[in-house]
């Protein structure tokens, strides 16, 4: 089935440093690409919203500056969580959205566990 | 009050026993997920309907557009079932709502 992979799994680092969020849809082409964020829990809330070749767009609330978003190909997208601090400590999952064998729908990452000390 | 509800937050079952968790939404819906996510965190897609029901395996899904709800139902569970499960209602192309999720727990 459509599969879509997030690097790393996991991460910790220190407060101040950059982090980066791979997301890879593996055997299809994701024309949107969804970056959320779960707290312990609590259910996941977007971030925000990539498509192939233009600017993400951002949830109210969630500063753009801070979470880089690049989507730069229809396979792949990245989050950088810039000068991390441990309140950015969260769980962030991706989505893409994509038409593998014609069916028009939403496959999940199986997310990544930032730690910031 | 959120836009998608579900019941029960909580729920422990014995092996074999049949499961329902049931979804409610405010919202005008294209369609609905249902996610299961383990412990570790990763998120899987059961199912996305839009209307009746739809069926893999022992987990079987329902939709009723007219009352805006929706049933998750598990036959036969089994420990290897619990985990957290999520609705999410899909509001026109793209923005998922979610629900809180409810935590199943399957005893042997």
């Known amino acids: 089935g459509a599969v879509v992979s997030q690097h790393p799994s996991w991460v910790i680092c220190k407060s101040g440093t950059s982090v980066k969020i791979e997301c890879r849809s593996l055997d299809f082409q994701a024309t949107t690409m969804f970056w959320y964020r779960q707290f312990p829990k609590q259910s996941l809330m977007l971030m925000a919203t990539?498509?192939?070749?233009?600017?993400?767009?951002?949830e109210q609330g969630v500063e753009k500056d801070k979470f880089l978003i690049n989507h730069a190909s229809l396979t792949l997208s990245t989050l950088t969580v810039t000068s991390a601090h441990p309140e950015d400590s969260s769980f962030y999952i991706c989505s893409a959205r994509g038409t593998p064998r014609g069916t028009d729908t939403q496959y999940f990452g199986p997310g990544t566990r930032l730690t910031v000390l | 009050k959120n836009e998608v509800e579900q019941s029960p937050q909580n729920l422990t079952a014995q092996e074999g026993e049949f499961i329902t968790i049931n979804c409610s939404y405010s919202?005008?819906?294209?369609?609905l997920h249902w996610l299961q996510q383990h412990p570790g965190g990763g998120i899987v897609s059961l199912f996305m309907?839009?209307?009746g029901k739809k069926k893999h395996g022992r987990l079987i899904a329902t939709i009723n557009i007219q009352e805006k709800h929706s049933s998750l139902h598990i036959t036969a569970s089994h420990p290897r079932d619990s985990a957290v499960y999520i609705c999410a209602a899909l509001q026109g192309a793209q923005k998922l709502v979610f629900g809180q999720g409810t935590r199943l727990t399957i005893n042997p």
């Open positions: 919202v005008g819906i294209s369609a």
């Open positions: 309907l839009s209307s």
């Open positions: 990539s498509n192939e070749g233009s600017k993400a767009t951002y």
